[in-house]
């Protein structure tokens, strides 16, 4: 999990560790798990949950990390986009 600041906005970027550093496709759709993007700290699921609960934003890959957000109510399943069987979603707090 990553952290990331842009003014007043907090946008957490998270994915499952074995997802870091792959390129996730289907169709035209292309998703790369950048490292340099989504690798800071390990994350329990205590301490990922305490980072969305303050995030602006956030940028989630893989079952782990999705799945979390959604038993949680951060994320709705059916929002959820799977590219290459992976899932990923996006969430913004207005």
Not at 26 to 48: M, T
Not at 58 to 65: C, I, K, M, Q, S
Request: with cysteine; aromatic share 4%; glycine share 10%.
């Amino acid at each position: 999990m990553r952290i990331h600041r842009y003014g007043n906005d907090v946008l957490v970027a998270a994915c499952d560790r074995r997802l870091l550093g792959h390129v996730l496709s289907e169709g035209e759709i292309r998703l790369e798990v950048n490292p340099q993007f989504y690798e800071g700290e390990d994350a329990s699921d205590e301490l990922l949950l305490n980072r969305l609960d303050s995030a602006t934003m956030a940028n989630l890959v893989g079952e782990r990390t999705v799945g979390l957000a959604i038993r949680h109510g951060i994320i709705d399943e059916e929002c959820i986009l799977y590219i290459g069987g992976v899932p990923h979603a996006q969430m913004v707090k207005m």
